[in-house]
Structures are given as C-alpha cells and as structure tokens.
C-alpha cells in the first residue's frame, strides 16, 4: 500500500497520511506537489512531503486525496529539506512553512499561470515617429524611446517598474496608433538601461574578497564582507554574479527592502546580460508568480528580492548574497517569524554554495561569528574611487534658536551646499506631520481607542493615525474633551518638515521620502531618479533613506532628532542605534565631492556617540560585544520569547504562566526562564500582550528543549480569545 504524507496549510503540526487518489493520476506521485484533500468535514490544501508503506492510523480510517493540483513538483526535495529544517528550527507548523515559501496564487488551488503576458510595443507608425516630435507630451515621448529600445515589446509591468503609472500616456499613444497590444513569451524582455559595460577596477581589497569567494564556489563558505559605506560592496556583488552567470549558476540576491530594488536592479541590468527577476510583496499577485516561476525553472541567472525571496526554489544556485545584512527588516515579526540572513547561511550550507553577507555596520551576531572563524572575514575599508570618509560634527543644539528643527549652524551649511549646486540630506525618523495632537485648554491628548500608543497627526489627510494598529480618526475641529478650539500640534514629523522647509527654501525642490509619500507603486522610483537626475536639492526622509543608497550629489547630511534613537529599553537599542547613524552618515559624499554630516543632539556627552565619534563602528562593536558577554546577552546566548495576547490582560498572562511551569518542568538548570510580564506596548489594536523570555548558553540544547516546551504548550488550554506564538532569536521586543 503505499501512503501520501501530506503537510496541510494551517497552523497544523505534524502530518497527515492519505490514500492516492481514484483513479491515478498520470503523473508520478512526487513530493512537491500540491493536493487537494479532504478535512474534517471540508477540504483543505496540502503538499506531498513524502511516500510510505505504512502509517500510525488503521488503514480504514485513511481518506483518499481528492485531486493533483500540479503536472509537476512545485518544489525539489533539496527544497522541502530546507523548508523542514526552518520548521523544525523556527518552532513553526511545517505546512505553514512550506506554502509560505510560494507565491499567493499557489496557496490556493489554482493551476500555474501561463508563462505568457500582455505587453504593448510600437506599431509601424510609432517606429517611423521621430521622439521630438513629442515635445509637448514628456511622459509619452518617455514612453516611446523606451519602446523603442525594446522591439519586440515590453511587459506592462516592466513599464510600471520603471517609469511609475503610465496609463493615461499609454492610452495617448493607443489614441495615436503608435502602439499595439501584444503577449510576451516567458523571459525579460526589457533592454539594459545602458550598453553592457565594463566596470570600474577594482582595488586591491575588493579584488582580495571576490577571489576568496570565488575559491570556494564549489563548496559552503560564509563570507562576512565588512565594507565602509561608499566602498564597493555593490561591485564585489556584481563581479561574482557575473562569474556565477558564466559557470550556469543562479545567484540569490536578498535586500532588506524593496525601496533598494529598482537602484540595484539598474546597475545589474547595466552590467549583465542574463534574465533577472525581482520578488516582493508590492508586486501584483501575477508578476510575482511569474518571477517564481522564472526562477524555479532555472531560467533566471539572478533573482533579487526581499526576505521572502530566501525561500524561492532555484535549481542551479552558485551564490547567495545578503546585503545590508545587520538590519532588523531581514526578520519577519509575524506570523512564521524567521531570519532571512540566517536561513541564507543555512540554504547555503545546505546548497553547498558560498554565501556572502554585506554591511557598512554588522550585526554584531555576525561579528562574532566572523571574530570566532566561522564567517571569513574580508574588508573594504576605503571608499571606493579615492573619494574621503565625510566629517561628522557634533552639534550641540541647546539653547539654540532652531527653526523647523533646524540649527542656524545646520541652515547656513545648508544654503552653502545648495548654493554650490549639491543636494542636501536631512534624516527625520519620524513620519507624519506632528507625532502629539492636545488641547492647550484641558490638556486633553489624542490617544488610539487600542493601543497604548498616542495617535500621530497626518495634516494632509486631516486625519489622526495610530502607527501600531493602523487606527484612524477624522481631525477635530474642538477638544473632544472640554469643547475649546485651543488645538495645538507638538512635534514634527516628516511631512511638517517638508512644509517648514518649502518656506525656509522656497526656491529648492523637496523630495519626502517616508511610507507615506511612496504608497502608490513606482512613487519610490520616481522620486529617487529625480533625485539623481538632480532635480531635488533637498532629501528629506526617514530610514527609507539610511539603507545601501547611492546618491553622488549629496554633500551634506542632516540628522535631525537623534536623541530619540539613544534611550530605549531594548538591549538592542544601542547597536541599532550606532547602525542607523553610520548608515546615515555614510549617504554624505561619494567619487570627488567631500561629505560633512551634522548631528544635531541635546545630549552630545552620551558614550554612546562619544564612541561613534572617537572610534567608528568598529570600535564601538568591540565594546558593545564586551558589554553582550559580560552580561551574557546574545550572541553568547540565545533567546526564545513566547507571546500571548487576549481580549482581557489575565488571560495571556494566566496562560503564560502555565507556559512557565511548563518550562521549569523540563528540569534543565542550564536554562533560564524570565517572566511573564507585559509587553513593553501592553495594549495593541484592542487585545492585551504579555510575553515570557527563555534564555540558554547552548544552542542544540535550547533546540531540543524548545521542542518539548512547544509540544506541552500546544496541550495547554487558553483561555477566551487567547492567541500564542513562539519567537526564536527575536529581533524586537516590543
């Protein structure tokens, strides 16, 4: 007899056993495909994880799986090993693992998409148009040179990758008759933005790296390349990929966020012939299938995405790389919580593959693998092209007159820069227009009905926001509380920042770059290619903006509010901090212009930008690893948190106090267990959040004990409404 093992969608542990289905199929009963079984009294969709001869449950009681989804597995058994160890690894369902690793479509039961999609191209009168002749229509003159270097057509949605929303231009030129419709076979069909070229030299350093990865193409090896902002980590990448294009490997490319997709997929495409795809969650449900597909088949050399790209199935992977490997956006916070840079060390370990992680300011898990030889350690530590590290002053801003947050010192620096034709970059961590909204009569505060969270005030919507659970409200015109018009707004946010600066530089183009501001798809791109074609003076944004960015006519760094980033209860808090500043800094001057950045603080004595200041990152990681170790913090530890939450505060803590019984039943001494206490946001979007830590010196020991902690977990009864999780290695206490 033989027996389908199948993984179903759901936070449903363990396997369940099914008879093939009546008749066979013609295919072969592979893992990797997709089943529709039934369930309980409904159906439900499964992944075939393996065949067997015999089963736990009497044979009667086995159902027969109802239909095969696939005429081919979905994913490969070197696949399906990954996605069990992340499982086991992550402490989280395996069905739910798996079907996280496909597109959306395919977590339901729908076929494949054909690997053909509509497209436009020039019609015979397009072609015979000369581009001036559509000087009075910029967007739709845009539109037709891009055509044009494409013949056969291009892809609509490779059209709103590079040029944003462009339908009503595309329906200028179908009104033209200088465009058709047509349908693209499967494959890129868009033209490199510039001729193939050849790149810059490398330095000695960056020479050093790329041949170290390359001796151990063949094999596993982990790479730290530790490289100062500005100093080439992007060509070492570039370099690589195009000896692992000329061997018939793919190469895996994972950034922390989509707004580093489109710069990165530019020069890709400007240096590489092969097809390239990219995967992330602002694709529509059908490009992003269509990538996965691309690269599933091994027909894309290069797939670069975002965390979730780690799990993309890729038949002839050489090369992984992590850029900006240290940042907190790699981890997912819901749901399946994983580390993409972690699953990228182990896929290649099991890929046997090197794997390469890029940073300016590494984690300092990473630093201590790299100190311990477990990473190889290579550094770029000039910028590239001969260009000097910026200066960076400290600006004490007490008792200064500031207008819109800004000093006199850092406003006349502005007006030098902007004067000598350079661009400036203020850094504002904080969205919004004002982050307090109160009543100057009776003191009364905006505050989210949900959370324990004040709402932040967005002025151009006219509306209330809270941040944490996404609830809104209309703008008062009274205090809600005692009636009186005396409204005020506390704070500044980025959007305020933008108005103040409109009136301190009214002949200077802004661009706000913040989640607000690049909502609508290709807004981003948009404003970042403005910003190099040097339409932009002034560069104001959020964290958006700290992270692998090239902008070569940025002479000057403002930071603006850094005091909010130095005091916080996460023990990570620091090394974020110190990451966040370095990055920052690092945006200010690249190839011949020199940078300066100004930090504007009240608390210029604080060590930890003292540090900073006196000894770089790498002097300031030292001391922060020391501080780890002494206190037996990760990385010379490692933690678990269980979550609760629940409509009343008792329950998630009556729960995890049971979870915490549990815990000290495993009769491990080597194990510490912490808590429950409530969340440090205890109330968020109307339930109530507590959290229990577990803390262990020995990571196989605390792999072990997780799995039996898990298992009595799942026996314990919650109380009404209570949800639970399990958080191995977080990133976020919160």
């Known amino acids: 007899m033989t027996i389908l093992r199948v993984a179903l969608d759901g936070p449903l542990d363990g396997l369940f056993d099914y008879l093939p289905p009546e008749p066979l199929p013609a295919l072969e009963l592979k893992p990797g495909l997709r089943l529709l079984v039934p369930f309980g009294r409904g159906r439900r969709l499964g992944i075939l994880v393996g065949l067997t001869a015999e089963s736990d449950q009497p044979p009667e009681r086995l159902r027969r799986v109802e239909q095969v989804l696939d005429g081919h597995p979905l994913l490969a058994p070197r696949d399906l090993d990954f996605l069990h160890w992340a499982s086991a690894y992550y402490q989280h369902p395996l069905g739910e693992v798996i079907f996280s690793a496909l597109p959306a479509r395919l977590r339901a039961p729908e076929a494949l998409l054909e690997m053909d999609m509509p497209g436009v191209r020039l019609s015979a009168a397009g072609r015979a148009l000369a581009p001036e002749d559509l000087s009075r229509a910029p967007r739709q003159r845009e539109l037709l040179e891009l055509l044009r270097a494409a013949p056969e057509g291009l892809a609509l ?109 530019e020069r890709l495409r400007a240096r590489l012939p092969a097809v390239q795809v990219v995967l992330h969650s602002a694709l529509n449900a059908s490009e992003r299938e269509r990538g996965w597909q691309r690269a599933a088949s091994g027909e894309a050399g290069v ?90 002053r400290l600006l004490d801003i007490r008792a200064q007159p500031l207008r819109a947050g ?59 926001w809270c941040h944490h659970c996404g609830w809104s409200a209309r703008l008062p015109e009274r205090c809600p509380g005692c009636g009186s018009e005396e409204l005020r707004m506390i704070g500044r946010g980025t959007e305020r920042l933008e108005d103040e ?50 902008f070569p006519g940025v002479t000057l760094v403002g930071v603006l509010d850094l005091d909010q980033m ?75 948190l269980a979550r609760a939450e629940a409509p009343e505060a008792e329950t998630a803590m009556a729960f995890l106090r049971a979870a915490r019984e549990q815990a000290e039943a495993l009769g491990e001494p080597r194990l510490a267990v912490f808590g429950p206490v409530p969340a440090p946001l205890e109330r968020r979007a109307g339930r109530h959040r507590a959290q229990l830590l577990l803390q262990c010196a020995d990571r196989l020991l605390m792999q072990r004990l997780l799995a039996r902690w898990r298992a009595a977990l ?6 009404k409404g209570l949800r639970w999780s399990l958080d191995v290695d977080p990133q976020d206490m919160l």
């Open 566 to 640: 130095l005091y916080a209860s996460d023990f990570r808090a620091p090394e974020r901090a110190a990451q966040l500043m370095v990055q920052v800094a690092g945006r200010a001057g690249r190839a011949e212009r020199p940078g300066r950045v100004v930090l504007q603080t009240r608390h210029p004595e604080h060590p930890l930008l003292q540090s900073l200041l006196a000894h770089g990152y790498s002097g300031f990681a030292e001391a922060a690893l020391a501080e780890r170790e002494a206190a037996g913090l990760p990385p010379f530890s490692y933690l678990a």
């Open 714 to 719: 799942a026996r314990l009864k919650g109380g």
């Open 303 to 392: 797939v670069l995405g975002t965390r979730s790209a780690v799990f993309t199935p890729l038949p002839h992977l050489g090369l992984i790389l992590v850029d900006e490997e240290h940042d907190a956006s790699l981890k997912q916070q819901e749901g399946f919580r994983y580390s993409a840079r972690d699953l990228a060390v182990r896929r290649a370990q099991l890929a046997g593959c090197p794997v390469l992680l890029g940073s300016a300011t590494p984690a300092l898990e990473t630093l201590h693998n790299a100190r311990l030889g477990r990473y190889a350690w290579l550094c770029l530590p000039q910028r590239a092209g001969g260009a000097s590290a910026p200066s960076i």
């Open 406 to 464: 800004l000093s006199p010192v850092l406003r006349e620096a502005m007006h030098e820069q902007l004067a000598a034709g350079n661009q400036v970059l203020l850094f504002l961590n904080r969205r919004g227009y004002a982050p307090l909204f109160t009543c100057h009569a009776c003191g009364w505060v905006g505050s989210c009905p949900h959370c324990d969270r004040r709402l932040t005030l967005h002025l151009g919507e006219r509306r209330l």
């Open 157 to 265: 949605h490779q059209l709103r990758e590079r040029l944003g929303e462009s339908g009503a231009a595309l329906r200028g030129l179908r009104a033209k008759a200088l465009i058709e419709d047509c349908r693209l076979a499967s494959g890129e069909h868009l033209a490199p933005v510039a001729p193939a070229a050849e790149g810059p030299a490398l330095n000695p350093e960056q020479a050093t790296a790329v041949a170290a990865v390359l001796e151990s193409r063949a094999s596993f090896r982990a790479f730290l390349l530790d490289g100062v902002t500005g100093s080439g980590k992007t060509e070492v990448y570039i370099r690589l990929i195009a000896e692992m294009l000329a061997a018939g490997r793919q190469t895996l490319l994972l950034v922390p966020e989509i707004g580093l997709t489109p710069q990165l997929r």
């Open 501 to 550: 600066l409109g009136a301190l530089f009214p002949d200077v183009a802004v661009a706000r770059i913040d989640r607000d501001s690049t909502r609508r798809k290709g807004e981003l791109a948009r404003l970042l290619d403005g910003v190099r074609r040097g339409e932009t003076g002034i560069l104001l944004g959020t964290q958006m903006l700290a992270k692998g960015h090239d």
